[in-house]
């Protein structure tokens, strides 16, 4: 394991490290994911996809006639903020006749709610 | 309650809603904090406040020189993005002495968690 990410102690320091800080690369990863949920629409789009049945589930998903009705922006523009959260791994898609299909992708959600809520270190 | 964030269902729609989406102006106000955790050093600095013994606990905190030596950026920088959390209601800051003291907000944290990997709604 490399020590990127840990910090340089020095003297005067003294308080301990007690678990694992991120590192740069995994850094810079998350933070793509957290941009795409800093847009209020694609926040509701994702709690809305999640909200309806099926829209957790893997094959499943909810059919985008389902999302658009819900926000003053008009169809493509809500089409671009699927495509933001898809190609941050937040929702998959699948094509079915005429409609999109989408559902959440839990691994990363899971992953960004355990790194702001891990469990605390053991002192 | 409003309906505000709550799909117009069409005559086609056949997933029904088995949970609340987020209104628009929860969905506003979390997406400005998903933005503060979108920069790759701000992620680290909120981890590395937390992985250091006291940076979870009010009044304790982590002193600032202990942040600044693990990254490749100015103090003023590190200042400037510990300013943006502190913003955004992640961490919070006291000042003793010569050094300022961060800890982190568990409120805030524990609601996008709590957002990211909401409890299944039962059907």
Not at 5 to 22: D, F, I, N, Y
Not at 85 to 99: D, P, Q, Y
Request: hydrophobic share 45%.
């Amino acid at each position: 394991m490399s020590n990127q990410g840990l910090p340089v102690v020095s003297a005067e320091c003294c308080t301990p490290l007690v678990a694992e800080p991120l590192g740069a690369g995994e850094a810079a990863e998350l933070a793509r994911v957290f941009k795409a949920l800093s847009d209020p629409v694609r926040l509701r789009l994702l709690t809305l996809i999640g909200a309806h049945a099926g829209g957790r589930e893997v094959g499943q998903g909810v059919c985008v006639c389902e999302l658009t009705g819900a926000f003053e922006v008009t169809a493509p523009t809500i089409s671009h903020h699927l495509k933001v959260l898809r190609e941050a791994g937040l929702i998959a898609s699948e094509r079915r006749g005429t409609w999109v299909y989408y559902w959440l992708l839990p691994a990363t959600l899971e992953r960004l709610a355990a790194l702001l809520k891990p469990e605390p270190a053991a002192l």
